[in-house]
């Protein structure tokens, strides 16, 4: 059973920086590609970033393109989502999910199989 645990979030100014962690356990986790998503108050989840289990493959939102970036460390079980130029339309809770079926990462939340209890991302302007 893999567990997922979101930390890094908080409470930031327009213009500043944040580093989200997701660590997993239970299983390889080298061997299955994670995402990160978002969903604010009264707003459906959606996608922010994704990577391959190889991390040689990361889809972005378009609206996060250029200021966030998606990375893991296989050997720490860990994925991360640097995110600089934060703004208030980025605040939000934010999930790490794994994706134990496909190679290349999805941006569709339905098809991952398992989900962290999400981190919050406040961000003041």
């Known amino acids: 059973q893999v567990q997922l645990v979101e930390s890094g979030g908080g409470l930031v100014q327009a213009g500043g920086s944040l580093r989200l962690s997701c660590v997993a356990s239970?299983?390889?986790?080298?061997?299955?590609?994670m995402g990160w998503f978002r969903q604010a108050p009264g707003k459906e989840r959606e996608f922010v970033a994704a990577i391959s289990y190889g991390g040689d493959i990361t889809p972005y939102a378009d609206t996060v393109k250029g200021r966030f970036t998606i990375s893991r460390t296989n050997a720490k079980n860990t994925v991360y989502l640097q995110m600089n130029n934060l703004q208030p339309g980025d605040t939000a809770v934010y999930y790490c999910?794994?994706?134990?079926?496909?190679?290349?990462?999805?941006?569709?939340?339905?098809?991952?199989?398992?989900w962290g209890p999400g981190t919050q991302v406040t961000v003041s302007s």
């Open positions: 999910a794994a994706d134990f079926s496909r190679a290349v990462p999805t941006k569709t939340p339905g098809q991952y199989d398992r």
């Open positions: 239970g299983r390889t986790f080298s061997r299955y590609a």
